[in-house]
């Protein structure tokens, strides 16, 4: 199993950056990719960027550009450093972890609202 912790979320004004942070614990060596999605009151879940094993990243269209996502593996931590935010940003941020066979562990969230 992986336990996952997601921290970093707080209220920022318009413009401003927040960096959230993704702790893993567990069995940290299975996992091949971690997902950050993002759920918005009364949207669906969405997904905002990925990072690979060996660190490939992609990234939703919507966040190009303004986010980056980046793992420090001494600390099995993957962050996601949000720049220029927008008040269409404000959502609950997950972390997610997957190990393959159709198997992903979810963070429990954190929050994210930006103020215009």
């Known amino acids: 199993q992986v336990q996952l912790v997601e921290s970093g979320g707080g209220l920022v004004q318009a413009g401003g950056s927040l960096r959230l942070s993704c702790v893993a614990s567990?069995?940290?060596?299975?996992?091949?990719?971690v997902g950050w999605y993002r759920q918005a009151p009364g949207k669906q879940r969405e997904l905002v960027a990925t990072?690979?094993?060996?660190?490939?990243?992609n990234y939703a269209d919507s966040v190009k550009g303004r986010f980056t996502t980046s793992s420090d593996n001494a600390k099995n931590t993957v962050y996601l450093q949000m720049n220029s935010l927008k008040p269409e940003d404000t959502a609950v941020y997950y972390c997610?972890?997957?190990?393959?066979?159709?198997?992903?562990?979810w963070g429990k969230g954190t929050l994210v609202t930006v103020s215009s």
């Open positions: 997610n972890a997957d190990i393959g066979y159709g198997m992903a562990y």
């Open positions: 567990g069995s940290i060596r299975s996992i091949n990719l």
């Open positions: 990072i690979t094993s060996g660190g490939r990243t």
